[in-house]
C-alpha cells in the first residue's frame, strides 16, 4: 500500500474515504469514541445551535486536511516527484484521537493551522509580501478562537514567520490586527445574532482518560523520534529555503508539544497531542526514504494501521 501512495498517480487518494469510511463504521457500531468534548471556543453557540451531522463533517474535514497537508508538502518539492504518503499517515494517525470522529474545535484547529502551514511555506526571503503575513496571522487567531488554549502560539507565529524573511515594524502591526480580526467577528455575531456574550467554552472539563491512551502517546513518541531523526539526516543535504521551514516545523512542534501536555496535566485529556501531526507528517515521509529508516518507517506504519483497527474490540 506505501508503493501505491509513494507513486505520482492521485486515484490512490479515493482510498482514504474507504478507511475513514472503515474506522467510522467501527467507531459507531462499538461506541468506543462519544461526543463529550465537542466544545468549539468562541463559536460554541453558533456550532451548538447547528443541526448537521457531525461525524459526516468530521470524515470530510480529516479528508480535506489531509489532502491539503500532502498537497503542502509537494509544492514545496522536497522530493523529485510527486508522493502521496502524507494523506494516509495523517488519516491513520489521527484515527486514535476521538476528536476525529465528531466535529469539534481541535479538528477545526487541525484545519486553520493547515492553511496557516500552506502560507509559511509560500513565503520567500526575498519578496515582502504583507498580504501572506496577514493571512498567516489571520489563520492562526481562527484557529486560536475554535480552540482558545493556542493562544500561547500567537506570540510564537511572528517568530516563525522570522525564520522565511524579515519581519518590519508593519509587518507585525498588521500581524497583530489579522490575529484578533476573528474576535471582532465574533463581537458582530453576538450584536447581530443576540448569541450570549459569556458563553464560551475556554477549556474542557476534567475527564477520565481512555485506557488506550499510554498506547497513543507511545506511537506518537517513537513517530516523533522517527520524525527527528529523518529530520536530522534530510537537515544535513538540505537548500538553506528547506533548512528554514524544517527550523519552522521544529519550532511548531516544540510549542505544540508543551500546550499539549499542560492540557494533559490540566484536564486529562490528549486531544491536543493531535496537533502534533502537522508537523510530523511532513517529516515522516523522509523516513520512509531513507536507506536506514525506511525498512523500519515501513513496518511501524503498517503495524499502526492493524492496530488502529484492532484497538476498537481490545479496549473497548
Known amino acids: 500500500m506505501l508503493r501505491l501512495f509513494s507513486g505520482n498517480r492521485t486515484i490512490v487518494l479515493l482510498l482514504l474515504p474507504l478507511f475513514l469510511g472503515l474506522f467510522h463504521f467501527l467507531n459507531i457500531t462499538t461506541g468506543f469514541y462519544t461526543k463529550d468534548s465537542n466544545l468549539f471556543g468562541y463559536w460554541d ?30 509544492k514545496s518539492n522536497f522530493f523529485d516527484r510527486i508522493t502521496y504518503l502524507i494523506a494516509p499517515c495523517y488519516v491513520v494517525f489521527i484515527s486514535f484521537f476521538g476528536i476525529s470522529y465528531s466535529l469539534n474545535g481541535v479538528l477545526l484547529a487541525h484545519f486553520f493551522l493547515i492553511l496557516m502551514l500552506q502560507q509559511l511555506f509560500i513565503l520567500n526571503h526575498n519578496e515582502a509580501r504583507i498580504s501572506t503575513v496577514f493571512n498567516i496571522m489571520l489563520l492562526g487567531g481562527l484557529a486560536c478562537s475554535v480552540l482558545p488554549l493556542l493562544l500561547f502560539i500567537l506570540p510564537f507565529m511572528l517568530g516563525i514567520i522570522r525564520f522565511m524573511r524579515p519581519l518590519s515594524f508593519r509587518d507585525i502591526m498588521v500581524g497583530i490586527l489579522a490575529s484578533v480580526l476573528p474576535y471582532f467577528y465574533h463581537l458582530s455575531a453576538i450584536y447581530l445574532l443576540d448569541w450570549p456574550s459569556l458563553d464560551v467554552s475556554f477549556y474542557a ?14 506511537i506518537l513518541f517513537f513517530a516523533s523520534i522517527i520524525g527527528l531523526a529523518a529530520f536530522i539526516t534530510q537537515w544535513q543535504k538540505s537548500a538553506i529555503r528547506s533548512k528554514r521551514q524544517f527550523q519552522m516545523l521544529l519550532v511548531l512542534f516544540i510549542v505544540l508539544l508543551l500546550i499539549s501536555i499542560f492540557y494533559l496535566l490540566s484536564f486529562q485529556q490528549i486531544s491536543l497531542f493531535s496537533l502534533l501531526l502537522l508537523p510530523l507528517c511532513l517529516l515522516l515521509p523522509f523516513a520512509f526514504r531513507s536507506e536506514t529508516l525506511g525498512m ?9 494501521l492493524s492496530f488502529s483497527v484492532i484497538k476498537f474490540f481490545i479496549f473497548s
Open 45 to 74: 453557540v453558533f456550532f451548538k445551535m447547528s443541526t448537521f451531522n457531525t461525524n459526516f463533517f468530521a470524515a470530510l474535514l480529516v479528508l480535506i486536511n489531509a489532502i491539503v497537508l500532502n498537497r503542502i508538502f509537494n
Open 205 to 218: 472539563e476534567k475527564s477520565m482518560l481512555r485506557g488506550d491512551w499510554p498506547v497513543v502517546l507511545g
Open 296 to 304: 523500519a518507517s515501513s513496518g511501524v506504519f503498517y503495524l499502526l
